[in-house]
C-alpha cells in the first residue's frame, strides 16, 4: 500500500526544544537529547522504506530558516516541508495535506520524540488504512502520538486547545459525528518531561541492541546526560 508519512519536528536548538526537560537538563543538553532522538527515528523509517519502497517520507519542520541544519541529519528518503499555521492543529493540518499532494496518498503524521515507537507500530499504523478511515496512536497523557488518515479532514484539527488530556477525546468526537471508521494502535509515549525520560531509560535497558529498531542514538546521549 502506498502511504506517506510525515514527521513534526522543531529545529534542535539549545533553549528553543524539548523545554520542558530543562528542570533537569540544560538547553544545550536537550538540544542535543532532540538531535538523537532525530537521528534514531529517520534511522528507523529509513529501514521501514528499504521493505516498503511505496512509503514517501517527509519531515515537517519549524521554524522555515532551519533548513540547512535539518538537512545534515537527514538522508534521501526524505523531503523537507514547512509547517504552516497559527497553532499545532493547523500546522499538523497543513502538513498532512501539503504531504497528501505530494504523494496523492493515505497519510500518517507523529512526532520526532518517539525514538522507542516499535517499527511493528509504524507498518500496522498504514496497513490499518487499508479498512479504516483513520489510524489512532493513543499516548499516555491522554493525546495521541499518531494519527493517520486516507486523505485530510480539516475538523480533526479545530481544538482551542493542545497538548491536554482532552485532545484524543475531542478528536474520536469529531470523527464520530462524521462517520470515521477507526483502527487503534497500542498505547505508547512521546518523551516531554523528564519522567517520560526516565521511563525511555529502563525502556532501553531491555532492548535489544543489534535489532535495527533499537534507538542507539538516543541510548547513548541518555547514558551521557544521566
Not at 23 to 39: G, I, M, N, W, Y
Not at 65 to 75: A, G, I, P, Q, R
Not at 96 to 112: E, F, H, K, R
Request: charged share 25%; proline share 5%; aromatic share 10%.
Amino acid at each position: 500500500m502506498k502511504a506517506a508519512f510525515v514527521i513534526m519536528s522543531r529545529a534542535p536548538i539549545a533553549g528553543k526544544t524539548k523545554t520542558r526537560l530543562q528542570s533537569h537538563l540544560s538547553p544545550k543538553e536537550c538540544a542535543e537529547l532532540h538531535k538523537a532522538f532525530l537521528k534514531d527515528i529517520i534511522n528507523k523509517f529509513s529501514n521501514i522504506k528499504k521493505k516498503y519502497s511505496q512509503l514517501d517520507l517527509y519531515l515537517s519542520i519549524t521554524p522555515p530558516e532551519s533548513e540547512n541544519l535539518f538537512k545534515e541529519l537527514l538522508n534521501e528518503d526524505f523531503k523537507i516541508i514547512t509547517q504552516k499555521g497559527k497553532d499545532l492543529g493547523r500546522k499538523m493540518y497543513n502538513s498532512l495535506l501539503d504531504a497528501y499532494q505530494l504523494s496523492n496518498s493515505p497519510v500518517i503524521i507523529t512526532g520526532s520524540d518517539l525514538p522507542s515507537l516499535p517499527i511493528s507500530i509504524i507498518t500496522e499504523s498504514f496497513a490499518g488504512l487499508k479498512e479504516r478511515d483513520l489510524v489512532i496512536g493513543p499516548s499516555l497523557d491522554g493525546g495521541y502520538y499518531l494519527l493517520g488518515m486516507k486523505k485530510p479532514h480539516a475538523f480533526l484539527f479545530e481544538q482551542q486547545k493542545w497538548g491536554n488530556k482532552s485532545v484524543l477525546e475531542k478528536t474520536l468526537k469529531a470523527a464520530s459525528k462524521y462517520d470515521l471508521k477507526s483502527h487503534f494502535l497500542p498505547e505508547w509515549y512521546d518523551v516531554d518531561t523528564f519522567n517520560e525520560l526516565l521511563i525511555l531509560r529502563e525502556y532501553l535497558k531491555m532492548g535489544d541492541k543489534s535489532n535495527n529498531d533499537y534507538p542507539i542514538e538516543s541510548k547513548k546521549i541518555i547514558d551521557k546526560l544521566l
